[in-house]
């Protein structure tokens, strides 16, 4: 069974950093893309990141909102995928979640975790 | 960016009543859009994966349609499990963007 588990989220001052990690089993981790989509409160989705599959060299894209604050990294050994958040500010409030590309460049997400919330305030 | 544009962002329907939404994309993204259902406190659920192809698992009342730049999502006879908001997603090019999202009430 293919399950994702994300952890990390937390309440952070604005300018602080924080680390998200989304815990992956029940299938071949390094053969699939996997992205970051985030929600704000009682907004729509928002695509974050991804980083690609082994295949592709691990390579990342991001949204112009996070780009040069935001880093996706993986370890497959550990079957994880890791968002790195620095610089955060206030609109960065959101659940976060870890979702699997389906397979190939056009994937759809297939399979989602259940979100951490992530609160920047003072 | 490529925008996506759902329309209706609320509808009211009954249980057996047919149910379209549709999302217009800024350019053509060929058939490289998948919809979701989402619940509230629940992470989004894949229904539809390029344009017209039905995700396991998910009933057959859920059919998608359309191709360039306008799709449709169906539910041929709304269920009450059905009650949720809907997205679509365009899978063609960076950055992947969403719809403003569909809620489909209880009328």
């Known amino acids: 069974e293919v399950q994702l588990v994300e952890s990390g989220g937390g309440l952070v001052q604005p300018g602080g950093s924080l680390r998200l990690s989304c815990a992956a089993s029940?299938?071949?981790?390094?053969?699939?893309?996997m992205d970051w989509v985030r929600q704000a409160p009682g907004k729509g989705l928002e695509w974050v990141g991804r980083?690609?599959?082994?295949?592709?060299?691990?390579?990342?894209k991001y949204a112009a909102s996070v780009e040069g604050r935001f880093t996706i990294s993986r370890d497959d050994s550990k079957k994880s995928l890791y968002l790195q958040m620095n610089s955060l500010k206030t609109e960065d409030t959101a659940v976060y979640f870890c979702?699997?590309?389906?397979?190939?460049?056009?994937?759809?997400?297939?399979?989602w975790g259940q979100g951490t919330l992530v609160t920047v305030s003072s | 960016d490529i925008q996506m544009t759902q329309s209706p962002s609320t509808l009211s329907a009954s249980v057996g009543d047919r149910v379209t939404i549709t999302c217009r994309a800024s350019?053509?993204?060929?058939?490289?859009l998948a919809w979701y259902q989402q619940k509230p406190g629940k992470a989004p659920n894949l229904l539809i994966y390029?344009?017209?192809n039905l995700e396991s698992g998910v009933p057959s009342r859920f059919s998608g349609s359309g191709s360039g730049t306008e799709f449709t999502l169906t539910i041929s006879s709304l269920q009450p499990d059905d009650f949720a908001t809907y997205y679509c997603?365009?899978?063609?090019?960076?950055?992947?963007?969403f719809g403003g999202g569909t809620k489909v009430g209880i009328k």
């Open positions: 390029k344009a017209s």
């Open positions: 350019q053509s993204i060929s058939s490289w």
């Open positions: 980083s690609r599959n082994k295949a592709e060299s691990y390579t990342t």
């Open positions: 029940g299938f071949t981790f390094s053969d699939h893309y």
């Open positions: 997603q365009q899978c063609s090019t960076y950055p992947l963007t």
């Open positions: 979702a699997r590309g389906q397979g190939g460049s056009y994937s759809s997400f297939d399979y």
